[in-house]
């Protein structure tokens, strides 16, 4: 759908909810990460890409001091409450993310504000749609209130949103992505010093699409499985005397743990890593981008084998595609659930789909959903 269409559509939404119309709109993408999984973390590299699907969040200042929130995919739910009276886990669930962004800039938005969100983001398949949320009202304020932050300080908005208010512990990737992204490229990014460049991935002109195979197993940041391994970094780390688990020089200094767990944990994110700047030497150096497939596959091994967050769905899914001719395929997100993405030839595109879907029939699995990822912009203002 065009996104002059989706802008009104969220205005008309806006005025039949709060009774006139906003002063803007603006949208923000959900992304996949190509490599680089709970590297963000621990001081590392990923290699995300914008989605074209996207949240819209249409807003408008108020002079009561209320922050009233709606939502189209959540009709007749009207959440309201004084910005005064924000705190993290109040509000909570979905307008929990809005919350903790107004809950960053209180003396900005002490007036209160009116959020008619809609979006296209698929929840709880990994896709980050928290962060694209975070990220669409955070744009839309700096605009709005011509606030002094740049992109960089935008992204520390929205994630703090995320950690603090909401309680989730999760990197600054999934908002860097949703904000600093762009139309045919991967976010390459070194989490510690913040250095971002853009790597080209043009699949389409090499006759590759990556499909996002969503398994529908609930995926949820906030729940105790993520929090756990990022504890888990953090021991193993400590007990090797490192600043992060990034200067690990290789996989051999981890024989000074003596504890197996944290040595696994801690080989993931030592190897992937390394797949990271792998991938992009190969994309940066022009060739075939079927060369980054066995890197994929490998990463999904490490996730399983090593950081232990994959489930029989996401197994399933990446053997299948595997099978039916994927020259990679690989979890990705936090674990525990959600999605796997698979690079395939466009030829092969129907033949990979139509494997896992029969796989997941044979296992008593709902039929997965499926989306192409086309490299896409991040934030952006719509009207």
Same mark, same amino acid.
């Given at each position: 759908?065009?996104?002059?269409?989706?802008?009104?559509?969220?205005?008309?939404?806006?005025?039949?909810?709060?009774?006139?119309?906003?002063?803007?709109?603006?949208?923000?993408?959900?992304?996949?990460?190509?490599?680089?999984?709970?590297?963000?973390?621990?001081?590392?590299?990923?290699?995300?890409?914008?989605?074209?699907?996207?949240?819209?969040?249409?807003?408008?200042?108020?002079?009561?001091?209320?922050?009233?929130?709606?939502?189209?995919?959540?009709?007749?739910?009207?959440?309201?409450?004084?910005?005064? *009276?924000? $705190?993290?886990? @109040?509000?909570? !669930?979905?307008? #929990?993310?809005?919350?903790?962004?107004?809950? /960053?800039?209180? %003396? &900005?938005?002490?007036?209160?504000?009116?959020?008619?969100?809609?979006?296209?983001?698929?929840?709880?398949?990994?896709?980050?749609?928290?962060?694209?949320?975070?990220?669409?009202?955070?744009?839309?304020?700096?605009?709005?209130?011509?606030?002094?932050?740049?992109?960089?300080?935008?992204?520390?908005?929205?994630?703090?949103?995320?950690?603090?208010?909401?309680?989730?512990?999760?990197?600054?990737?999934?908002?860097?992505?949703?904000?600093?992204?762009?139309?045919?490229?991967?976010?390459?990014?070194?989490?510690?010093?913040?250095?971002?460049?853009?790597?080209?991935?043009?699949?389409?002109?090499?006759?590759?699409?990556?499909?996002?195979?969503?398994? *529908?197993? $609930?995926?949820? @940041?906030?729940? !105790?499985?993520? #929090?756990?391994?990022?504890?888990?970094?953090? /021991?193993?780390? %400590? &007990?090797?005397?490192?600043?992060?688990?990034?200067?690990?020089?290789?996989?051999?200094?981890?024989?000074?743990?003596?504890?197996?767990?944290?040595?696994?944990?801690?080989?993931?994110?030592?190897?992937?890593?390394?797949?990271?700047?792998?991938?992009?030497?190969?994309?940066?150096?022009?060739?075939?981008?079927?060369?980054?497939?066995?890197?994929?596959?490998?990463?999904?091994?490490?996730?399983?084998?090593?950081?232990?967050?994959?489930?029989?769905?996401?197994?399933?899914?990446?053997?299948?595609?595997?099978?039916?001719?994927?020259?990679?395929?690989?979890?990705?997100?936090?674990?525990?659930?959600?999605?796997?993405?698979?690079?395939?030839?466009?030829?092969?595109?129907?033949?990979?789909?139509?494997?896992?879907?029969?796989?997941?029939?044979?296992?008593?699995?709902?039929?997965? %959903?499926?989306?192409?990822?086309?490299?896409?912009?991040?934030?952006?203002?719509?009207?």
């Amino acid at each position: 759908m065009p996104e002059e269409t989706l802008a009104a559509r969220a205005a008309d939404d806006f005025a039949a909810v709060f009774g006139g119309p906003p002063q803007g709109v603006w949208a923000a993408p959900g992304r996949v990460n190509v490599i680089g999984e709970h590297t963000d973390y621990n001081g590392g590299f990923v290699l995300p890409t914008a989605l074209p699907h996207t949240t819209r969040a249409a807003l408008a200042l108020r002079t009561d001091g209320l922050l009233r929130i709606a939502s189209v995919q959540q009709p007749g739910d009207v959440v309201e409450v004084p910005v005064a *009276g924000l $705190r993290p886990g @109040h509000p909570g !669930g979905w307008a #929990g993310y809005v919350g903790g962004v107004v809950h /960053e800039l209180p %003396a &900005a938005v002490a007036g209160g504000l009116s959020v008619l969100v809609d979006g296209d983001v698929p929840a709880g398949a990994g896709l980050s749609s928290s962060a694209a949320l975070e990220c669409a009202v955070a744009l839309g304020l700096r605009d709005l209130l011509g606030l002094d932050l740049d992109t960089v300080e935008l992204v520390d908005v929205a994630r703090r949103a995320e950690n603090d208010f909401v309680g989730a512990p999760t990197g600054l990737m999934d908002q860097s992505a949703s904000l600093l992204c762009t139309a045919g490229h991967a976010l390459f990014l070194d989490t510690r010093s913040r250095e971002a460049r853009q790597v080209p991935l043009d699949l389409a002109s090499a006759g590759l699409e990556l499909l996002v195979l969503d398994t *529908g197993t $609930r995926h949820a @940041h906030a729940d !105790g499985g993520y #929090g756990e391994r990022r504890r888990q970094c953090e /021991e193993a780390t %400590a &007990a090797l005397g490192v600043a992060a688990l990034r200067d690990v020089p290789d996989v051999a200094a981890l024989d000074a743990l003596a504890d197996d767990v944290l040595r696994r944990r801690a080989r993931h994110i030592v190897t992937e890593d390394a797949r990271v700047l792998e991938v992009v030497r190969l994309l940066d150096g022009g060739g075939d981008p079927r060369g980054i497939g066995p890197l994929l596959t490998a990463g999904h091994a490490s996730l399983r084998d090593d950081f232990e967050i994959s489930t029989p769905e996401l197994d399933v899914c990446v053997a299948a595609a595997l099978g039916a001719g994927a020259h990679g395929a690989r979890m990705f997100g936090g674990g525990f659930g959600g999605s796997a993405v698979a690079l395939v030839d466009v030829a092969d595109a129907d033949r990979v789909v139509r494997a896992v879907t029969e796989r997941f029939d044979r296992e008593g699995y709902t039929a997965p %959903a499926i989306v192409t990822a086309v490299p896409s912009a991040g934030a952006r203002r719509l009207r």
